[in-house]
């Protein structure tokens, strides 16, 4: 906690859960691009968006993710075909809940990166990078013990 | 309510001669004053302790699920030519006979597994509110005499209008009749008021974040992790439930604040569209946590976010179960674009 606040290089930890299909190969496209984006990132790649138990974002932020990014296909675009329809409800649910009980809103973002997308992928980690960076430290549900 | 316990006693007793039922799952009279408990009538003489009052708290679905899970179960160990069927019969209200919907849509028992028993309900007796009528001190006797409670403590006797002494959930409920029964029994009573259901959600949503996680960090911290709330609500059934699964261990059993706070957020998130209102939770809960003002914002994101009431038709499925393609995208992350916090 005290190693978090007072280092004045505080970098946000971010875990971004993506799917394999679409915003996992955007980020691949980046790469191979050598387009440029914050390193605070670490990508956690599933097969859908769908298959995320929204219990892996709780998780995330109860072990300290600064910030926590899910990201699939564009909706209409999914691999399964309605993956990323049902799982735009559960997040739809859960970031209002968290929202409810008092947790930032930009600590758990939402988004679609296609394929192509290579350079929104940049921009959305950007995004996501200062967003977070702007909160601080996340303090809310953290385990300290 | 005389009338509709002397029916309700008629056709329990009806359906146990006729062997239409094994079991009917009803409420008798409490030991203590003022109380109700669930129980079990397996033969017709049974019956007659078959009880209908506002003294009737829990949700009796809970027990319906473990009973034919528990005979599922063990129907698995019987040769096939030996199986039977078991059915239960259950008084239920409005409350409980959502919760019933929601069993049969998640395809827990079929609808030849069930009877209900319909009864009409005007809501039932809040403990908390009763102790606080009592000043504390215990019940020595209690009645309820033309819509009035009269308790009588060591100290003397105080009475309250029975309306005043309902839980919090019944003041606001639609469902004072149940949304489906095979028998109804009684008259339905108006309709609540409604209309005012969500607006302790709605004044809690206007508070500033920052009294929104005191209060939530507040009420945790109480939680003793006894999971009453779990055994009791008909909607967490699952063998293993998350909160004692250890492959993977969702949530630790520390002594950290934060794994209680875990704890209660995953399983209140389970209650997308699935929560009734019963307010089961809140009446067994020791440590008296606040649930209810969490479990009813799911109650009010499912309904204005995706026009769902939990338990109401069987046809609707679940609201996580299901899609438009017009769901709304608002909370979706555009960068450049400052997002609603």
């Known amino acids: ?145 | 309510m005389e009338n509709v316990e002397k029916k309700l006693r008629e056709e329990a007793k009806g359906l146990l001669a006729e062997k239409k039922v094994d079991v009917v799952v009803g409420y008798e009279k409490g030991t203590l004053p003022l109380t109700a408990t669930p129980c079990f009538i397996t033969t017709p003489e049974e019956a007659d302790r078959l009880v209908w009052n506002p003294f009737c708290v829990l949700n009796l679905a809970k027990f319906v699920h473990d009973l034919l899970d528990q005979h599922h179960e063990a129907q698995k160990r019987v040769k096939p030519e030996a199986r039977r069927k078991r059915v239960v019969g259950v008084v239920a209200r409005g409350c409980t006979s959502r919760s019933l919907v929601i069993h049969l849509q998640e395809k827990q028992y079929g609808k030849d597994e069930i009877v209900i028993l319909g009864v009409p309900c005007g809501g039932y007796l809040d403990g908390k509110k009763l102790a606080a009528l009592a000043g504390g001190e215990e019940v020595r006797e209690g009645a309820l005499d033309e819509g009035k409670i009269v308790v009588k403590t060591m100290s003397g006797e105080r009475q309250a209008a029975l309306t005043g002494l309902l839980a919090d959930n019944c003041l606001v409920c639609r469902f004072n009749r149940p949304v489906i029964a095979d028998i109804q029994t009684g008259e339905v009573p108006p309709v609540a008021e409604a209309e005012r259901e969500y607006d302790p959600v709605t004044a809690f949503e206007n508070l500033p974040p920052e009294e929104r996680w005191t209060y939530f960090e507040k009420e945790m911290a109480k939680c003793i992790r006894c999971y009453a709330c779990r055994n009791v609500c008909p909607s967490c059934y699952c063998r293993i439930c998350f909160a004692e699964q250890s492959q993977p261990r969702w949530v630790d059993i520390g002594a950290d604040p934060s794994d209680t706070q875990l704890f209660q957020l995953m399983r209140i998130y389970h209650m997308v569209g699935r929560c009734v209102d019963c307010g089961s939770c809140t009446a067994v809960c020791p440590m008296g946590v606040d649930l209810r003002k969490f479990l009813k914002k799911l109650d009010k994101d499912a309904f204005t976010m995706f026009g769902h009431r939990a338990g109401v038709s069987l046809e609707e499925p679940a609201p996580l179960s299901a899609y438009r393609e017009t769901d709304r995208e608002d909370f979706i992350f555009e960068p450049g674009k400052k997002s609603e916090a």
């Open chain 1, 1 to 145: 906690m005290t190693d978090k606040e007072s280092a004045k290089e505080w970098e946000p930890k971010i875990v971004a859960i993506v799917c394999n299909w679409c915003t996992y190969a955007g980020a691949d496209l980046a790469g191979i691009s050598r387009i440029q984006y914050p390193p605070n990132v670490r990508i956690i790649r599933v097969p859908c968006t769908g298959r995320i138990n929204p219990f892996y974002i709780m998780r995330a932020l109860h072990e300290g993710a600064d910030g926590v990014l899910v990201s699939g296909c564009h909706p209409g675009e999914c691999h399964y075909i309605t993956g990323n329809l049902t799982a735009r409800r559960k997040f739809a649910a859960l970031k209002s809940f968290l929202g409810y009980i008092g947790l930032e809103g930009d600590r758990t973002l939402f988004t679609w990166v296609s394929a192509s997308e290579g350079d929104r992928f940049a921009q959305v980690i950007r995004g996501v990078t200062d967003a977070v960076r702007a909160l601080g430290p996340a303090r809310k549900l953290v385990k300290r013990m």
